[in-house]
């Protein structure tokens, strides 16, 4: 059985196939970027692209349960705190980003107002096995 060719296209002069296969391309360009964002969870604010952000500074935030932080504040005003976050660094981040949008700490991250948010997260995990590694070494050497 043969498949019928869409005849508006088929029956179209060359100048119009010629620009459908250009809307197509690009549609299908389009398509596949969307893809590769969401392949690599990155998001991007596409109004502060136009007005001529840098691509950094037009990075949209996630919060590592997925939720949107595009507006500085969070979830809502103080729905986040230090056990939203895995490291002191991953928090001090977010909080830096806050700080900076907001002039202010509404989740109240930095409890002792030192600029130094939830200090007592581990800083990283390498840091964290490597000391663990260097006081074994050290009570090894000392028994």
Do not use: H
Request: glycine share 8%.
């Amino acid at each position: 059985m043969e498949i019928p060719k869409f005849k508006p296209l088929a029956e179209g002069s060359e100048k119009s196939k010629n620009i459908f296969k250009y809307v197509l391309g690009g549609a299908l360009v389009v398509l596949v970027a969307a893809l590769g964002l969401e392949v690599t969870n990155n998001d991007y604010d596409l109004g502060k692209l136009a007005k001529g952000s840098s691509w950094k500074d037009a990075k949209v935030m996630r919060d590592k349960s997925g939720n949107v932080v595009t507006d500085g504040s969070g979830k809502y005003t103080n729905d986040y705190n230090c056990d939203d976050f895995d490291t002191q660094q991953e928090a001090q981040r977010f909080f830096d980003k806050v700080k900076a949008d907001t002039g202010k700490d509404p989740n109240r991250l930095d409890g002792d107002k030192d600029q130094v948010a939830c200090e007592s997260l581990p800083k990283r995990e390498k840091e964290e096995k490597t000391k663990e590694v260097l006081e074994k070494v050290v009570e090894t050497v000392t028994e």
